[in-house]
């Protein structure tokens, strides 16, 4: 059985040579960027961005062979600041003995390095002992310290196309040494492609499970393969997390209403069946940051700063401790009062702003650093609130035409109840006693 065999069927299909990678055409197509690069041999540092599945590690590994050079790889995963030493220690002490090019240095997930195991790759990047290459599947202008990007290129990987899925299709059940002697007919493609993602090892590990699932169900050996068959295989593999596809998109969405609707069992719940299927835990963390500011608000401030805390706990730490801190923040989050107060008051504030954008500064709020300005009015009528009673003084501060608009709404709780009473006590004609 295909499910017996040692070596994953996507592993089997990886691409030797640029020749047989499929997708990515916008880089390594004729004349385009990297492609130049390599036919050159005049190889820089830089970084792969893109979702999972597309071919980043394929494509280091096939750069690396095709120039010839050393390679080394390492991942951030596993991997700390003594180990980028030694590879780069034993880096130097071959260029000492040898005149060939620098050897390639793959860092597979780049973004979970922390700033101390990035700086130790600036001075081998910056003198060319390594050629590093990079892979991440998270944004790197927020991930990697900046003396890092600025000696790297960052090239953009996108998700595969219907017809790049469909050459890879082919190709396994033509030309994988175990699945072109069976009898396979691909009836229907798109419940495998839906399902992929546009992630070519999903694709393979798709087929993979559905071909296994029918060795010993067809007597006569003959395989169809259709929507109906691929639906019921994966739901029997539930353990297969999709972090690019439906599945993701499913499990996030019920993790944030659950936060939402104020239930940290399931918030925590939601959050395991994420962190056990391998979702990165910084982005667990941006959406805890999200629902402190837009579900929590002002109903309870402090959850802002513990969500922000988290995030940098989390970056700081990784896993698997990091689990520690993102179940303490969910369950507080889901624990704590609601109010979507901020979210509603922004979102008028931006339709207002989108309907009327010229509306002037009145003079008497704008700035007057020059001589001239402070002639034309600028600031004048201007009343410092700390000069004043109570440190308020009734000032119109919006536009004309925009005078009583009101975009914060308190809702309530007893924080905001707090708020409410004092803008009804600087602002009764605004906000009344109801």
């Known amino acids: 059985m295909v499910t017996n065999l040692l070596t994953p069927l996507p592993e089997r299909m990886r691409p030797k040579n640029l020749s047989q990678y499929v997708g990515q055409k916008h ?7 990297l492609r130049n690069m390599i036919d050159s041999g005049n190889l820089g540092s830089f970084i792969l ?27 951030a995963v596993s991997s700390g600041v003594k180990d980028v030493r030694e590879v780069i220690d034993l880096a130097k002490k071959k ?17 979970r390095f922390n700033k101390a195991q990035q700086d130790a790759l600036l001075g081998a990047v910056e003198d060319g002992t390594v050629v590093l290459i990079g892979a991440t599947t ?49 009836a229907e493609t798109e419940a495998l492609f839906r399902q992929s993602g546009g992630d070519a090892r999903k694709l393979l590990n798709i087929l993979e499970i559905v071909v296994s699932s029918q060795i010993n169900d067809k007597d006569n050996g003959h395989i169809v393969i259709d929507n109906k068959l691929v639906t019921d295989c994966l739901q029997e593999n539930v353990a297969i997390y999709d972090k690019g596809g439906e599945m993701h998109y499913d499990i996030i969405s019920a993790f944030i209403k659950s936060v939402r609707g ?11 069946r994420m962190l056990d299927g391998g979702e990165d835990p910084l982005f667990i963390a941006r959406r805890l940051c999200i629902l402190a500011a837009e579900d929590v608000g ?23 401790e990091a689990r520690i801190p993102l ?37 008497y709020l704008r700035n007057a650093p020059t001589k001239l300005m402070d002639e034309l009015g600028y600031s004048d009528g201007y009343k410092y609130a700390h000069d004043y009673p109570g440190h308020f003084t009734d000032l119109e501060f919006l536009p004309k035409g925009f005078e009583g608009r009101v975009f914060y709404e308190p809702q309530p709780n007893r924080h905001e109840d707090s708020l409410k009473a004092y803008l009804q006590q600087c602002w009764p004609k605004y906000y009344s006693k109801k």
């Open 138 to 186: 998270e944004n790197p202008s927020f991930e990697v310290i900046t003396p890092l990007l600025s000696r790297c290129q960052v090239f953009v990987l996108k998700s595969l196309e219907v017809d790049d899925l469909k050459i890879l299709l082919d190709r396994a059940l033509n030309e994988d040494e175990y699945l072109r002697v069976l009898d396979v007919t691909v």
């Open 49 to 75: 961005w893109g979702p999972p599945g597309v071919g980043k590690t394929t494509l280091a590994h096939i750069i690396a062979q095709t120039l010839d050079r050393e390679f080394y790889t390492l991942s």
């Open 27 to 33: 880089l390594v197509g004729k004349s385009c960027i």
């Open 327 to 363: 179940s303490e923040c969910a369950i507080y989050l889901a624990s704590s009062p609601k109010s979507n107060s901020a979210y509603m008051a922004i979102g008028a504030a931006l339709e207002a702003a989108a309907q009327d954008k010229t509306a002037s500064v009145p003079l």
């Open 262 to 272: 104020s239930d940290p069992n399931a918030a925590v719940y939601w959050m395991a």
């Open 298 to 320: 002002l109903a309870n401030p402090n959850a802002l700063l513990l969500a922000n805390a988290t995030f940098q706990i989390v970056h700081t730490i990784g896993m698997p």
């Open 95 to 111: 260029s000492l003995f040898s005149s060939s090019a620098a050897p390639i240095l793959f860092i597979d997930e780049i973004h």
